[in-house]
T-cell receptor, first 116, second 113 residues
Framework: KQEVTQIPAALSVPEGENLVLNCSFTDSAIYNLQWFRQDPGKGLTSLLLIQSSQREQTSGRLNASLDKSSGRSTLYIAASQPGDSATYLCAVSGNAGGTSYGKLTFGQGTILTVHP | AAGVIQSPRHLIKEKRETATLKCYPIPRHDTVYWYQQGPGQDPQFLISFYEKMQSDKGSIPDRFSAQQFSDYHSELNMSSLELGDSALYFC????????????FGPGTRLTVT
């Protein structure tokens, strides 16, 4: 069974700092990995999608990397802003021997607070 | 661009009542996934459909059922509601099955009193 772990559970940084969020997964047989942002009580906003054959994806101040063999991904946020404050979720779409058909398994998330 | 539509956005029910949640995928998308997110929890996969057939099943209670219709919209039917069913219910759609990007709807917040 796929398990996804995110470290740290919470992070508080001053505005302007660069930061890294970590995600690890136990089964490397994945189709892709996605990073989401979720504001309190709101929906899921997809930030970046990395296919299993890719090493990284970039969007603006965000850069996500994937090391499938070691079961790790990182989300790098440059020059953080108070508006970046949210919960960041990592999710993997697994293969699991060809039986899971793409369902997403989520980590518990990292609660990020960027203070002015 | 059209997004995934979920209705209703908010729903309040009493214990033992039934609820029906609806999901309208992005046009041309043939796959629908349902997820449940309890308070302070990460989203958990419930069930998925591809071309109107159930493709995968997760931790969905027997009191819940779902289907995908000929126009590809999906409905999640929940009976004998319990307090623990209070959660955000997300629907996601994709074009094709395994490995395709899932696009999420805004969610339905169900409160059971």
């Amino acid at each position: 069974k796929q398990e996804v772990t995110q470290i740290p559970a919470a992070l508080s940084v001053p505005e302007g700092e660069n930061l890294v969020l970590n995600c690890s997964f136990t089964d490397s047989a994945i189709y892709n990995l996605q990073w989401f942002r979720q504001d309190p009580g709101k929906g899921l906003t997809s930030l970046l999608l990395i296919q299993s054959s890719q090493r990284e994806q970039t969007s603006g101040r965000l850069n996500a990397s994937l090391d499938k063999s070691s079961g790790r991904s990182t989300l790098y946020i440059a020059a953080s802003q108070p508006g970046d404050s949210a919960t960041y979720l990592c999710a993997v779409s697994g293969n699991a021997g060809g039986t899971s058909y793409g369902k997403l398994t989520f980590g518990q998330g990292t609660i990020l607070t960027v203070h002015p | 661009a059209a997004g995934v539509i979920q209705s209703p956005r908010h729903l309040i029910k009493e214990k033992r009542e039934t609820a029906t949640l609806k999901c309208y995928p992005i046009p041309r998308h043939d796959t629908v996934y349902w997820y449940q997110q309890g308070p302070g929890q990460d989203p958990q996969f419930l069930i998925s459909f591809y071309e109107k057939m159930q493709s995968d099943k997760g931790s969905i209670p027997d009191r819940f059922s779902a289907q995908q219709f000929s126009d590809y919209h999906s409905e999640l039917n929940m009976s004998s509601l319990e307090l623990g069913d209070s959660a955000l219910y997300f629907c996601a759609s994709s074009l094709g099955l395994a490995g395709r990007q899932q696009y999420f709807g805004p969610g339905t917040r169900l409160t059971v009193t």
